[in-house]
């Protein structure tokens, strides 16, 4: 067994128990009936002192997402120009937000967007008829804690988000073929009886090795066929004795000179270009070469393929001629202010997410992804630059989130 493999095992029997850890203690919280927040006439969240009470609530019907606070004294609905208000949420690795609000109907209004994800601590103050109050809960969602040790444990690594150049490259298919010249078929000269054999079939040979002698028929006096290029014997169709009857008696092909011939459709076509770089790729998927595209067929085959000929240092890829090859060709190359790796990316509610860690806490941070090339993904919006996040094994953290009960309330 690879020690990949039994990395990936150990990875995953950690993450099995690290699940079974967080049921058994989901049901031991379970024993502990948590209260669960008193909700007002808008489904906002009550806070109360004496016979003054706050309904703090997030509306996002037909607006992005805001607070409003109606406040009431008894019972009674108090005059919104009456009550002072400001809400501090408290974000995890970000900073602070204030929030100050203004009265609009019967409402107050905050005076700030509250961006995804909904996950802080909740501070607001509050003044009415000469006495000021204060409420402070948590409100979190998206969010867990996992020791540093753990975390080492099951593979959970971490990179800082930042400017990435992206390639963007597009999958060709073709084969690899003897380049010109580098394939030669011999015959006799004269026609004749073959007298001996010099080399073997697979041998190495120069230019000007002895292959054959062929005794001529005309003048019954032998000579010697020799070969006009260096390369692998790779056809010796012949034995002692045998007439030469016109046929090829020796193929040499020089396996140095091979290139890769991929074939690009019409749309395909338009966006390759002469000199551009190309990751040469096996049956396997696995890159064995690099190479360039050396030319560009004007003509279209009868499938309405372009021929594209890509150069490549054939004696590093240990591959016959006729073999199947992938080519991914680069077709563009841009930098981009911000980026995450491709790996990274969780589903979180119908957002796309990535894991920040601050100290031992990991929290989803909601994003909006711009182009894909490769292992990157551009950041658009959601992350701040240098925002340490989780690269490889994210979805032990997603995994230990859901287990959690992570939930999306006001």
């Known amino acids: 067994m690879s020690n990949s493999v039994k990395r990936s095992l150990i990875i995953s029997m950690l993450a099995s128990l690290l699940m079974s850890l967080s049921s058994a203690a989901l049901a031991v919280g379970a024993e502990v009936q948590e209260i669960e927040p008193e909700k007002g006439p808008h489904r906002g969240r009550m806070l109360r002192e004496d016979d003054f009470a706050i309904e703090l609530a997030i509306f996002e019907t037909g607006v992005p997402p805001e607070?409003?606070?109606?406040?009431?004294?008894?019972?009674?609905?108090?005059?919104?120009?009456?009550?002072?208000?400001?809400?501090?949420?408290?974000?995890?690795?970000?900073?602070?937000?204030?929030?100050?609000?203004?009265?609009?109907?019967?409402?107050?209004r905050g005076d700030m967007e509250i961006v995804e994800p909904h996950s802080f601590l909740v501070t607001l103050n509050a003044s009415y008829g000469g006495k000021r109050y204060q409420w402070q809960y948590d409100n979190?969602?998206?969010?867990?804690?996992?020791?540093?040790?753990?975390?080492?444990?099951?593979?959970?690594?971490?990179?800082?988000?930042?400017?990435?150049?992206?390639?963007?490259?597009?999958?060709?298919?073709?084969?690899?073929?003897?380049?010109?010249?580098?394939?030669?078929?011999?015959?006799?000269?004269?026609?004749?009886?073959?007298?001996?054999?010099?080399?073997?079939?697979?041998?190495?040979?120069?230019?000007?090795?002895?292959?054959?002698s062929i005794e001529s028929n005309e003048s019954l006096k032998s000579y010697v066929l020799r070969a006009d290029i260096a390369g692998e014997i790779?056809?010796?169709?012949?034995?002692?004795?045998?007439?030469?009857?016109?046929?090829?008696?020796?193929?040499?092909?020089?396996?140095?000179?091979?290139?890769?011939?991929?074939?690009?459709?019409?749309?395909?076509?338009?966006?390759?270009?002469?000199?551009?770089?190309?990751?040469?790729?096996?049956?396997?998927?696995?890159?064995?070469?690099?190479?360039?595209?050396?030319?560009?067929?004007?003509?279209?085959?009868?499938?309405?393929?372009?021929?594209?000929?890509?150069?490549?240092?054939?004696?590093?890829?240990?591959?016959?001629a006729g073999s199947f090859?992938?080519?991914?060709?680069?077709?563009?190359?841009?930098?981009?202010?911000?980026?995450?790796?491709?790996?990274?990316?969780?589903?979180?509610?119908?957002?796309?997410?990535?894991?920040?860690?601050?100290?031992?806490q990991y929290e989803v941070r909601m994003l909006e992804l711009g182009r894909e090339a490769g292992e990157w993904v551009e950041v658009l919006g959601g992350l701040k630059p240098g925002t340490e996040y989780v690269t490889d094994n994210s979805f032990i953290i997603k995994a230990d989130i859901e287990k959690s009960g992570a939930s999306h309330d006001h």
Do not use: C
């Open 67 to 108: 607070f409003r606070v109606w406040a009431s004294q008894g019972g009674e609905a108090l005059p919104p120009e009456n009550v002072k208000v400001s809400v501090t949420l408290g974000r995890l690795g970000d900073g602070d937000d204030l929030i100050n609000f203004k009265p609009q109907d019967d409402f107050l």
């Open 140 to 212: 979190f969602e998206g969010r867990t804690r996992i020791n540093a040790d753990v975390a080492d444990a099951m593979g959970i690594t971490t990179g800082a988000a930042g400017s990435q150049v992206l390639v963007e490259r597009l999958p060709l298919f073709g084969r690899l073929v003897a380049d010109t010249n580098a394939l030669t078929q011999l015959s006799a000269r004269f026609e004749g009886v073959i007298k001996a054999i010099h080399v073997s079939l697979g041998q190495q040979v120069k230019a000007g090795t002895p292959l054959i």
């Open 234 to 320: 790779a056809a010796l169709p012949v034995n002692v004795g045998e007439a030469t009857s016109g046929r090829t008696l020796v193929s040499i092909v020089d396996r140095s000179r091979q290139v890769v011939l991929l074939k690009a459709f019409p749309d395909d076509r338009r966006r390759v270009a002469l000199n551009n770089s190309v990751q040469l790729r096996n049956d396997t998927m696995d890159v064995i070469g690099e190479g360039e595209v050396q030319w560009i067929s004007p003509l279209l085959n009868a499938d309405q393929s372009a021929d594209i000929r890509v150069s490549v240092d054939a004696s590093n890829l240990a591959l016959p």
């Open 325 to 360: 090859i992938r080519g991914d060709v680069e077709v563009a190359r841009y930098e981009v202010p911000l980026a995450v790796k491709r790996k990274a990316l969780q589903s979180f509610r119908d957002f796309t997410v990535v894991y920040a860690k601050v100290g031992d």
